[in-house]
């Protein structure tokens, strides 16, 4: 079985061209618990770019060794999920695992300093493909190091929207914020729910339409006609907001980025007698057998990253990086 739901991010391989990325940023030490709170940004240019070779090096470390113990706080939330997996799948097909590639000459969108939790991105070219990629790095709290959230491609088209300059920060702002055409914490609510009923979705008018939706409908409808067709049995699909934290960065505009995670669930019910289900190998290894005849349920993470509009706006919500992964798979 093949689909939108391949290890890392086979749905977006063929939309991924012509995406726009501008500007970068340089820089030594991650900031202590003790540093005053007030109009500077949470890390500073060098002290980003510090930090970034230091993930680098345990995202390798980690990955090479197949010991996620090696990632030590360097690699968190959904992109150390999505680590783990790939470490199994590469185990389970006797593969060397490869460390995901990070962007060359990054461009930094720093949040000023404030209360834990802190976090900014880093965005740039994939060195190893045509999708730039945008980069979150998170600290839990004034103990815990900046990690790696999550890596997210822009989507056909897209523009990171400017921020305030890396020397000063730009405001990070709450889940609940106003001032937005919708606060941070609805945007993914809303955007949750139009995955879930598509153009019946109340909320279907508030974004505008984007590449990844529209894929993962395509394909969903023709794993359901192709099930259909042969009496197999029934396909299903639910996204849901996992517990996490919601991204929030103002823009210079008035508007914020706003990144979020939202899991799916994939259902297959074979109907009995039916036969079984073949798996392509990389789903084959998560499962851990070749094939179904009974059910397959895989859980991918995704995380999305979305411009949103200031208050009084009527542009819509705009999605404009996202990525894909299968994390878990069981079937019998």
């Known amino acids: 079985m093949t689909g939108p739901h391949r290890r ?16 970068c940023g340089d820089g ?3 900031p202590s618990g003790t540093e005053p709170v007030g109009a500077h940004p ?7 770019v510090q930090i970034l070779a230091n993930v680098d090096a345990a995202v390798v470390r980690g990955t090479t060794a197949r010991d996620a113990a090696q990632f030590a706080g360097r690699v968190v939330g ?3 999920e999505v680590l783990i997996a790939s470490i199994k799948v590469a185990t389970v097909l006797k593969q060397s695992p490869v460390a995901p590639p990070a962007p060359s000459k990054p461009r930094l969108l720093v949040t000023t300093a404030g209360a834990w939790p802190r976090w900014f991105l880093a965005a740039g070219p994939n060195p190893s493909a045509p999708t730039p990629l945008v980069r979150v790095l998170y600290s839990a709290d004034p103990r815990s190091p900046y990690g790696l959230w999550t890596q997210l491609s822009l989507l056909p088209g897209a523009m990171l929207p400017e921020v305030a300059s890396p020397t000063v920060g730009a405001a990070q702002l709450a889940p609940d914020a106003t001032g937005l055409v919708r606060s941070p914490a609805t945007v993914i609510a809303h955007y949750t729910e139009l995955l879930n009923r598509g153009d019946a979705s109340a909320y279907l008018k508030e974004f ?4 990844f939706r529209t894929e993962l409908n395509q394909q969903l409808k023709s794993d359901r006609a192709a099930f259909a067709s042969t009496a197999v049995g ?3 699909s639910a996204h849901s907001i996992p517990p996490g934290p919601v991204f929030a960065l103002a823009t210079v505009d008035g ?10 669930k994939y259902r297959v019910a074979v109907a009995p007698g039916k036969g079984s289900v073949q798996l392509d190998s990389e789903l084959a290894a998560l499962v851990g057998r070749a094939s179904v005849s009974t059910r397959l349920e895989r859980t991918a993470v995704q995380t999305l990253a979305f411009y949103v509009p200031p208050a009084g706006s009527t542009a819509p919500v705009s999605l404009i990086a996202a990525s894909k992964t299968d994390i878990a798979a069981t079937g019998s």
């Open 28 to 30: 030594s030490r991650t």
């Open 255 to 264: 508007g914020a980025i706003v990144i979020g995670r939202i899991d799916q």
């Open 234 to 236: 029934a396909v299903t």
């Open 8 to 23: 890392r991010t086979a749905l977006l391989a063929a939309l991924l061209a012509g995406a726009v990325l501008a500007g």
């Open 78 to 80: 959904p992109e150390r």
């Open 208 to 211: 505008a339409p984007d590449q």
């Open 42 to 48: 949470a890390v500073t240019p060098r002290q980003a």
